[in-house]
């Protein structure tokens, strides 16, 4: 048996320490579950493809399929759809919108275009063409931040439409495809993944998962509400809706045809107070 050397203690020492790094890369993200705050009503007829709280009791949504398609103003607590317009191209598949500044951009699933809207009347002002798909988009306050189903994020500038930055999103260095509704909030990125009961919560700066949300229990408890109403949610009724709401620290969380929208709690997500 060889002599234990002194120098091992202090190897081991100075190894740990980079230890939590190289952890940070393999270990799993936390699962974080909701509380749920209240509940509304939500449109059964809206497949949700884009969510945004607007303040003052209005959401931002926009819809999917061919021929459904297009962006609303609605009233949180009732429901009620106060202005709404169809996808401009009549033949596309609408998906995600977002309002940065004074404009909504709303994008298409296959067709390559996205749309300026004014934000109060929802007219169009503007177009603008990509190559790809287009899944889900949000804002981080400068640029716009859209997802095509793979699993990266693309910046964007929203004067041109042009990529500026492109980040890869991976959990324990895999990527997580399959990126769809997304919503910055507080430096994070959050994403529904397509055909999960999941959202990844991303960090922009690296691309790493940081945790997950399981909406699972949402998810049985709107497909209960719907069965119950004759109307089952079918394969592709799935998860997806996601807004902050910064004067209450939560979120909205809802899903496409879904009978209900959540209001939620979450770890990490916190008020926003307006200094006056």
């Known amino acids: 048996m060889r002599p234990r050397s002194p120098l091992l ?3 081991a020492a100075l190894l740990s320490l980079s230890i939590p790094a190289e952890a940070a890369q393999t270990a799993a993200a936390p699962v974080l579950k909701p509380t ?20 003052g009791g209005t959401l931002l949504e926009s819809t999917g399929q061919v021929g459904e398609s297009g962006v609303r103003r609605v009233n949180l607590r ?3 759809v ?3 317009v169809p996808t401009p191209i009549a033949s596309a598949f609408g998906e995600g919108v977002t309002l940065l500044g004074d404009v909504a951009y709303h994008i298409t699933w296959q067709t390559g275009v996205a749309f300026a809207l004014d934000g109060e009347t ?3 002002q503007g177009r603008y063409r990509y190559t790809g798909e287009g899944w ?38 895999q990527p997580v495809k399959n ?72 979120l909205l969380l809802t899903g496409k045809r879904w009978p209900v929208l959540f209001e939620v709690k979450v770890p990490g997500v916190t008020a926003v107070t307006t200094k006056r």
């Open 78 to 80: 009732t429901g009620q």
């Open 82 to 84: 106060l202005r709404q």
């Open 36 to 55: 749920v705050t209240a509940r509304y009503p939500h449109d059964r007829g809206a497949f949700t493809q884009g969510l945004q709280y607007l303040g």
């Open 136 to 173: 889900g988009i949000t804002h981080d306050g400068k640029s716009l931040i859209m997802s095509d189903g793979s699993s990266s994020l693309f910046w964007r500038d929203p004067r041109t439409f042009a990529v500026t930055r492109t980040l890869r999103v991976t959990d324990r260095g």
């Open 122 to 124: 929802l007219r169009e």
């Open 179 to 250: 990126l769809n509704e997304l919503e910055y909030v507080q430096g994070q990125i959050y994403a529904n993944v397509w055909l999960t009961d999941r959202i990844a919560r991303i960090d922009p700066r690296t691309g790493r998962v940081t945790a997950w949300l399981d909406v699972g229990e949402l998810l049985e408890e709107a497909s209960d509400r719907a069965d119950r109403s004759g109307r089952p949610l079918t394969f592709d009724d799935v998860p997806n809706g996601i807004a902050y709401v910064p004067e209450r620290g939560t």
């Open 9 to 11: 203690p202090l190897l």
